[in-house]
């Protein structure tokens, strides 16, 4: 009995052991299981439209301004009947002019519109070559008229619609008019003349800026935050059975923070949302699915 007591005893420490390690084997499985690499944030690529546009930037200026002169010499200003800023009508008197040998001429508005300026002054003297005594904005028609790099000019076209943002006067409709047909030689800069749609009453001489819608792309799509440049050109990180692959694309255009890829990718790729050098070729990855 004495001998079997110390062989138990003895072998008490290695079944022990045994369980320790039976302990154990879960747990080590349980990490040989565990995803490997980084969490990234990734998206698919979606098909999307991109506007092609030109930006403009200019002033606001009258479409046509109207000088409203008397047709003889020799009247002095008896009335003046308008201010500038007044809105008047065609055939509207502006003001009372008297010849030397008396009586009254009535000076009339030619066009419908908004009086730009006056140069009225009651007994002054009006004639039919000074300066005009009224300048009228005829119809309340204005244009942005902008510089346009030659490289871009060729591109624009009459009736091209525009978004036009003026300061003070938030944002409004257009239509390009007419497109120079030449360009300043030392700056190599045209002109374009957007017709503003609609009747808000502008101020001449606004700064603007248009853009200028000429062409649309539809294609894949994915975020600017995706594409990484180096020395060869664009590339974009997707995710395949957990590991990353580099692919070279064409980028395209842009917009909203997307940007057109023309080359390189599908439709459904799974791409990582904000790629960065420290993810390189083959490296294991644990995708997490952003929201688009």
Known sequence: MRHAAIATMRRMPLLAAAGVLALMQPALAADDSAPKGAAVSVLKATKACFDNTVEVSGMVLARNETAVRPDRPGLKVAEVLVDAGDSVTAGQNLARLTP?????????????????SSSATIGAFASGRGEALFSILARNEYDLVG???????????????????????????????????????????????????????????????????????CGVAVPLTAVLYDPDGTVVQVVRAQRIETKRVEIGLMAGGQVEIRDGLAEGDVVVTRAGALLREGDPVRPVMASN
């Open 147 to 217: 510089l346009v790099p030659s490289a871009q000019l060729g591109k624009l076209a009459v009736n091209q619609t525009a978004r036009i943002r003026i300061v003070g006067a938030g944002e409004v409709e257009g239509k390009i008019r007419r497109v120079a047909p030449t360009v300043e030689p030392n700056s190599q800069l045209g002109q374009a003349f957007i017709g503003i749609n609609g009747t808000a009453r502008l101020l001449v001489n606004s700064f603007g800026r248009a853009v200028i819608k000429i062409g649309q792309s």
């Open 100 to 116: 030397p040998e008396g009586g009254t001429i009535m000076i009339q508005a030619p066009v419908a519109g908004t009086i730009l």
